[in-house]
Antibody
Framework: EVQLVESGGGLVQPGGSLRLSCVVSGISVRSDDMHWVRQGEGKSLEWVSG???????YYLGSVRGRFTLSRENAKNSVYLQMNNLRAGDTAVYYC???????????WGQGTLVTVSS | SYDLTQPPSVSVFVGQTASISCSGDKLGDQYVSWFQKKPGQSPVLVMFQDSRRPSGIPVRFSGSNSGNTATLTISGTQAMDAADYYCQAWDSNTGVFGTGTKVTVL
């Protein structure tokens, strides 16, 4: 059974940082592309970032330079380091699996990030 | 940037057919996925590669994609199909989701 479990969300002040983690079981982050997708309250789903098996990373324009996606094969995990957070980054963040340019098929349960003073 | 536009809402009576459109420039040149999203739940893949149903998705769900428009169709809509639906495609290794459509089952 494939499971993706996110953690690391919480309340942070504008300008602050958070690191989201996604621990994966049933598949290997070494051989699968992984993504982070978010949804703000009352808003659409929004793709945030993706990482390929070669370590290539891609970002939504509004987070490029502030967010960094990485992978740790030994822990079968991916991480999203989020710096200089803004109110507009407030959302539930989902970890997901699927090939870049392909089908995103497995999703985690999400972790809530709230950016507020 | 690449945009995918969906109607904000679609209403359908139980047992009738609901069609949800997704419009984007030359969308028919690539594969489209569709996700069902209910409050408090993770998105669920209901259609991939335009018209393929994942295991466990009822046959009443079907899809098509041509020109600038992809369409998700729910035939014989059930009350359990009430949800938000999002199309999804790619723009040079960057994912793009549609604006979302709220399906109300009457």
């Amino acid at each position: 059974e494939v499971q993706l479990v996110e953690s690391g969300g919480g309340l942070v002040q504008p300008g602050g940082s958070l690191r989201l983690s996604c621990v994966v079981s049933g598949i290997s982050v070494r051989s699968d592309d992984m993504h982070w997708v978010r949804q703000g309250e009352g808003k659409s789903l929004e793709w945030v970032s993706g990482i390929g098996t070669a370590g290539d990373t891609y970002y939504l324009g509004s987070v490029r330079g502030r967010f960094t996606l990485s992978r740790e094969n030994a822990k079968n995990s991916v991480y999203l380091q989020m710096n200089n957070l803004r109110a507009g980054d407030t959302a539930v963040y989902y970890c997901a699996r699927g090939p870049l340019m392909g089908t995103i098929d497995y999703w985690g349960q999400g972790t809530l990030v709230t950016v507020s003073s | 940037s690449y945009d995918l536009t969906q109607p904000p809402s679609v209403s359908v009576f139980v047992g009738q057919t609901a069609s949800i459109s997704c419009s984007g420039d030359k969308l028919g040149d690539q594969y489209v996925s569709w996700f069902q999203k209910k409050p408090g739940q993770s998105p669920v893949l209901v259609m991939f590669q335009d018209s393929r149903r994942p295991s466990g998705i009822p046959v009443r769900f079907s899809g098509s994609n041509s020109g600038n428009t992809a369409t998700l169709t729910i035939s014989g809509t059930q009350a359990m199909d009430a949800a938000d639906y999002y199309c999804q495609a790619w723009d040079s290794n960057t994912g793009v989701f549609g604006t979302g459509t709220k399906v109300t089952v009457l």
